[in-house]
């Protein structure tokens, strides 16, 4: 009965995840389904799916970085071509989902970006939704955003598990950098069965945050710093430095989505910190924990 249910399934990598969703399909003991995608001399971009998807379930992991805008289209691409085909659910997984930090007009005159995006992936047909630690200050819940079923999975508790196994702690302390971080922090202290904190930051510009102090006192512990994003850079260089001065031993950071937009990552390591980690939301230098078999876990509990 489960094998029957997994071979209705199509595990289907756009361009920003094709490693993923191999890691994904080899999880479930099969092959990704293969897509030709190329580009026309004018830049726009060719689709075309060398097997047979109809009445089947397609599962479409794409990443929206980088190139969000791009990324974007090619999954809309995707989508209505597998439906056009015959596909009878489209089930996404968009392990990083940009535009989520412009769910709100904080100037007059913006753009709520994050909405327009929510609400192409609806119309374009996407049945069911799944993505990793959304960036989600404003709604508690991810159901709030979306009408059709959308779920927000953790990838802290595998980025816990793979500190303990392999990075050596002493008198470990988890620390978020912001208010925001604290769920991640919480989540990740109780895996690595350590105390955690929360630091203040208050943000003077893109690339430019101040911090200050949180309750503990950090002298002589080791410090893992956790947070969703990486983008610039600035909120964990700055956090990394604060705990270094309030007498930590060390810093070891994770992140779910290590952007790392320009000279993030040497910007970390010049604020002191020892080690940078993430996952394969976002491939990077650091993705060393993959996401593929908490994607895999949920659809091996799928009844399509
Ligand atoms: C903000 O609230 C997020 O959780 C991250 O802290 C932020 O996006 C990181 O951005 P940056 O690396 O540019 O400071």
């Known amino acids: ?43 726009e971009k060719y689709l075309r799916v060398l097997e047979d998807v109809k009445g089947q379930s397609a599962v479409i992991i794409q990443s929206m970085h980088p190139a969000p805008d791009e990324h974007l289209l090619e999954y809309f691409l995707l989508v209505d071509m597998l439906k056009d085909l015959g ?4 089930i996404a997984f968009i392990p990083y989902f940009a535009y ?17 995006v929510t609400k192409l992936i609806e119309k374009t047909g996407t049945d069911e939704l799944y993505t990793f630690d959304m960036h989600l200050h404003r709604v508690r ?27 050596r702690l ?10 925001e971080a604290e769920q991640w922090a919480r989540v990740c202290a109780q895996e690595l069965k350590a105390d955690y904190d929360v630091l203040k930051k208050r943000r003077v ?13 950090l002298t002589g512990r080791d410090v893992v710093m956790v ?24 810093v070891v950071i994770a992140c779910t989505h290590p952007i790392l937009a320009g000279n993030a990552l040497a910007k970390i390591y010049a604020a002191g910190a ?11 230098a650091v993705s060393v924990v993959s996401v593929a078999p908490v994607i895999a876990d949920q659809l091996r509990r799928l009844k399509c």
């Open 170 to 179: 002493r008198n470990a302390i988890v620390i978020a950098p912001d208010e």
């Open 1 to 43: 009965m489960f094998r029957r249910n997994m071979m209705r399934l199509k595990i289907i990598g756009g361009s920003s995840s094709q490693a993923l969703a191999e890691r994904v399909a080899r999880e479930l003991g099969q092959s990704a389904t293969k897509v030709d995608v190329r580009r026309f001399p004018d830049g």
């Open 100 to 116: 989520a930090r412009q769910d709100t007009r904080f100037n007059p005159g913006e753009a709520v970006s994050f909405k327009t």
């Open 274 to 284: 020892e080690t940078v980690i993430g996952t394969d939301t976002v491939p990077s």
């Open 87 to 90: 596909a009878n659910k489209i």
């Open 205 to 217: 510009g893109d690339e430019r945050v101040e911090i200050r102090p949180g309750a503990m006192n």
């Open 141 to 167: 819940d991810i159901s709030e955003v979306f009408e059709i079923p959308a779920h927000n999975l953790s990838a802290f508790p595998l980025l816990a598990d793979h500190i303990q196994r392999n990075i």
């Open 227 to 250: 947070d969703d994003i990486i983008s610039t850079g600035g909120t964990i260089a700055e956090a990394t430095r604060a705990a270094l001065q309030l007498g930590a031993n060390k």
